[in-house]
């Protein structure tokens, strides 16, 4: 069924708003009202371009529903996918950044969101479920999925490097039953492709070489544009991949946050909606209040980090999308697709544990030694998360109310027992 501009933007709204608990979840919603409600876009062009977008530097749900808008409506369709997916959170970032700053940490705040990441638990469950009946069809892509799992959660190893083992593998070992590919689509107009990465380029850049001309190359409003730029082009992989060198830097290099606050600015992002990326956007905000000493300029330290962010994955959809509807039509280049399909089964497994482990206990920390595992303390397990979870579990799975009131109903019991439970 195809869907007019006008749908299509409500939709993309309604994504914006719900688009809590990281990429998984992020996926799973982008997943559940483009394929299973509306089948706007088949499962094969879904993840084609779910395969393109991991390939990618930047948060790769975003990039996933500009792809898809672009899709469905050329440059407009993917501009408006892209930003009404992070304009939500972006607004709720800039708004709770703007309470931390004047009024501290607020137990309201923090008892609705508390609430919402034990549903948003349940969604990532399912969208694994889903995407792995999908992409694993024979040994091979149960063993890389494994692979892709182990890898990144026991070892930490690259993402990059992972993505890579599993695209060669499809190379060299194609699917014994490959479907037939379509005829080949001409290939894209590089003239196109190199006036497209030359106008974003321009879009990227001007800001940066207006900021220092105005303010010297050492002033607080460059080194954030500098930094955003930098880690916009190293973030393979989604945020998870690159919080720790940001929070690395942020505070022992730059000295713009303390630790206390850089771990409240990933709560902040980890339980609004939107990319988890946009604890960049509390950063620049913090760090340029407390240079400049203004909420004004902590605004603009928002802006700066939302543009030189996000600015690039524009870049890369733009230019590169032509070029996956081509590819995924030589047989080859769809077999090593369809394998990292199977890598991605193990990255989002990965992130569901990873996302499971943070939301069912208060402390968790990576083992050192030989195998570097996420390990949780017992002792901190959080029986109230797990509760709220499998009332979230019943309401959306049984019950079949939807994600909205699931959320909702969430959200007001998290209420319920971090704010007013207390109080009695």
């Known amino acids: 069924m195809m869907a007019t501009f ?9 994504i914006g708003l719900l688009s809590f608990g990281g990429p998984a979840g992020q996926i799973a919603l982008i997943h559940r009202e483009v394929i299973d409600e509306r089948k706007w876009i088949d499962e094969k062009e879904f993840l084609h371009a779910l395969n393109f977008c991991m390939l990618l530097p930047g948060p790769e749900a975003m990039q996933l529903a500009t792809y898809i808008g672009w899709k469905l409506h050329g440059l407009k369709g993917g501009l408006t996918a892209g930003l009404l997916f992070v304009l939500p959170g972006a607004f709720t970032i800039l708004a709770l950044s703007i309470l931390y700053a004047t009024l501290g940490k607020l137990p309201l705040v923090e008892g609705l969101f508390w609430g919402v990441k034990a549903a948003v638990l349940v969604i990532v469950l399912e969208a694994l479920l889903r995407v792995s009946k999908k992409a694993l069809k024979g040994n091979l892509d149960w063993a890389i999925a494994a692979f892709s799992f182990i890898a990144l959660f026991c070892f930490g190893l690259p993402f990059p490097l992972v993505i890579a083992v599993a695209a060669a593998l499809g190379i060299f070992f194609p699917h014994k039953n490959q479907p037939p590919t379509s005829a080949l689509t001409q290939f894209p107009n590089w003239q196109s492709t190199v006036k497209t990465i030359l106008v974003w380029l321009a879009i990227w850049f001007a800001p940066l070489f ?14 954030l544009a500098v930094f955003f730029s930098k880690l916009a082009v190293m973030t393979f992989g989604g945020a998870y991949a690159v919080l720790s060198y940001m929070g690395q830097d942020v505070v022992e290099l730059h000295h713009w946050l303390t630790t206390a606050e850089m771990m ?9 909606p ?24 902590g605004f603009l330290g928002s802006v700066i980090f939302l543009w030189m962010t996000f600015v690039p994955c524009f870049l890369w959809i733009f230019a590169g999308a032509p070029y996956v509807v081509h590819l995924q039509n030589m047989p080859r280049m769809a077999s090593a697709l369809s394998r990292i399909t199977a890598a991605v089964a193990g990255v989002i497994l990965n992130l569901a544990i990873w996302f499971g482990l943070h939301v069912l206990f208060v402390n968790v920390t990576r083992l050192q030694g030989p195998i ?3 390990w949780p303390d017992p002792s901190t397990f959080d029986a109230a998360a797990f509760a709220v979870s499998i009332i979230a579990g019943l309401a959306l799975l049984y ?26």
């Not at 207006?210 to 080194?223: Q, R």
């Not at 409240?264 to 609004?272: F, I, M, P, S, V």
């Not at 620049?284 to 407390?290: D, L, N, Q, R, S």
């Open 274 to 297: 939107g990319p988890l990326i946009l604890v960049g956007q509390f950063v620049g905000f913090t760090a340029a209040t407390k240079a400049q000493g203004s909420l004004w300029a």
């Open 264 to 272: 409240d600015g990933l709560g902040l992002a980890e339980t609004t």
């Open 372 to 374: 570097p595992l996420w």
């Open 210 to 223: 207006l900021l220092n001309v105005i303010f010297g190359s050492a002033h607080t409003y460059p080194a």
């Open 399 to 424: 019950a079949k109310i939807g994600i909205p009131k699931t959320l909702a109903i969430a959200a007001i019991l998290g209420v319920i027992w971090k704010f007013i439970f207390p109080l009695i």
């Open 6 to 14: 006008a749908e299509a933007r409500k939709v993309w709204l309604r």
